[in-house]
């Protein structure tokens, strides 16, 4: 008889799980069965010993089985993106309603802040009103109407995902391919998906920080994701510094609607989406290639369009109506704001990313523990980017805090994440590799 001890026995020994017993296990998760504490077990022993490729895809499909599976009768594709998690990267909330204004239908069930990167529910939370949770009657009616809804798995979608995934980011089980291949394709397949594009972040604020390990998870994530079906293009990306000059939430809305409403497609979250957006829209047939699809999205960000598909989403889904007109007097502020400034003169040369993303969760922007209530305003602005000069009069960053207190007790932490240089150093690519 399959049980939760015999099977976490099993796979602490490093024997092979059956395709039944991941299955049992899933549906464990999502009924109870299986206890908080015999979850984070299971995440542990698969970072400790992992499933390898057969597992993996096992794995996903049983997590996928454990809900409900979408099925759509509409007049063009299903499509989505999903990225693998950084500090500032909040390209779904410009790419989901581009897309839609492209022609696709966009249902991105999407997730909250994991370790040290944030989460985009929470982002789109610090909109008020914005529902993140609704049910997946009026998901179908909402994309078929709109054309895209950023919004959380709801209870019928991988459930066992969902409660593995909250005990990963508090088990320090975060960092694993079979735990993070599986938690975003069970979510992603079970909404019926087309085509699929996935950002693989690279860098210092990224999950897997080397080439090499970016690249097994990108294979790993294409191989499983075409195995089940669905057509999938892999980007990987750097996280060598933020993706925008923000980390936090309502920060990060900010420079959403900076990028959506401004036209200007020159900085690197415009050009992330647009290459994201290229890829995944020729997956779906509704551009020629990659390079046709990122005219669509430029075009699409440039005439408002996409601005247009994301206020009607705001709209819909419980926020202000004239969000995209008056976002700037919609979004919460911090009570504190203090400068950071380095003690010497130089270049940056170096970004400890991570640091950035663990000093936003240290200020309340993030979780130490699963019940923890955040706080969306605060964050880190105005980061210098790589390449650029600085001194003790040219801040690094700005600290948004509740208080004085909390604002000097992450200062340190922020200074000491940038590394300056007498020279300035080669900067990265945006984008390192594409695996197909």
């Not at 598909?309 to 819909?316: H, L, R």
Request: glycine share 12%; charged share 20%.
């Amino acid at each position: 008889m399959t049980d939760a001890r015999s099977i976490l026995a099993r796979l602490r020994d490093g024997e092979t799980l059956s395709e039944a017993e991941l299955f049992w296990f899933a549906e464990g998760l999502a009924t109870g069965a299986v206890t908080d504490a015999q979850a984070g077990a299971f995440a542990m022993a698969v970072c400790a010993r992992g499933l390898g490729p057969r597992g993996r895809v096992q794995l996903t499909a049983a997590m996928r089985e454990s809900g409900r599976v979408l099925r759509w009768d509409l007049d063009g594709p299903v499509l989505d993106k999903h990225s693998t998690g950084g500090v500032g990267d909040c390209v779904s909330l410009v790419l989901a309603p581009a897309l839609a204004a492209c022609g696709a239908f966009v249902p991105m069930i999407s997730g909250r802040g994991l370790g040290h990167t944030g989460g985009t529910l929470d982002k789109l939370e610090a909109i008020p009103g914005y529902r993140t949770q609704i049910g997946i009657d009026e998901l179908q009616e909402m994309v078929a109407d709109i054309g895209c809804a950023i919004v959380g798995a709801s209870g019928d979608i991988a459930p066992a995902d969902k409660r593995l995934y909250a005990v990963r980011d508090v088990t320090g089980t975060v960092e694993s391919i079979d735990l993070i291949t599986a938690s975003i394709l069970s979510k992603k397949l079970a909404a019926g998906l087309e085509a699929l594009v996935l950002d693989v972040k690279l860098g210092s604020g990224a999950f897997m920080a080397t080439p090499t390990e970016a690249l097994a998870l990108a294979q790993a994530l294409v191989d499983t994701a075409q195995g089940a079906g669905c057509m999938t293009t892999a980007l990987i990306t750097d996280m060598s510094q933020p993706l925008v000059p923000s980390a936090g939430n309502a920060l990060e809305v900010i420079e959403v609607m900076e990028v959506l409403t401004s036209g200007d497609l020159t900085p690197p979250l415009a050009k992330l989406a647009q290459a994201l957006g290229g890829e995944v829209l020729a997956l779906g047939g509704l551009a020629a290639d990659a390079a046709d699809g990122e005219r669509r999205i430029a075009q699409a960000l440039t005439t408002g369009e996409a601005a247009d598909s994301f206020g009607e989403m705001v709209a819909a889904l419980g926020g202000p109506h004239d969000f995209i007109e008056r976002w700037r007097d919609r979004l919460p502020a911090a009570r504190v704001m203090v400068d950071v400034y380095p003690a010497d003169a130089g270049f940056v040369g170096r970004i400890d990313t991570r640091a950035l993303g663990e000093a936003v969760v240290r200020l309340g922007g993030g979780r130490l523990r699963q019940t923890d209530k955040l706080d969306l305003a605060v964050g880190l602005s105005d980061i210098a980017p790589l390449g650029e000069r600085a001194d003790p009069a040219r801040p690094l960053a700005r600290i948004h805090a509740a208080s004085d207190e909390a604002a000097r007790a992450i200062a340190a932490q922020v200074r000491r994440a940038f590394v300056l240089t007498d020279t300035p150093p080669v900067l990265p690519p945006l984008i390192h590799e594409r695996i197909a």
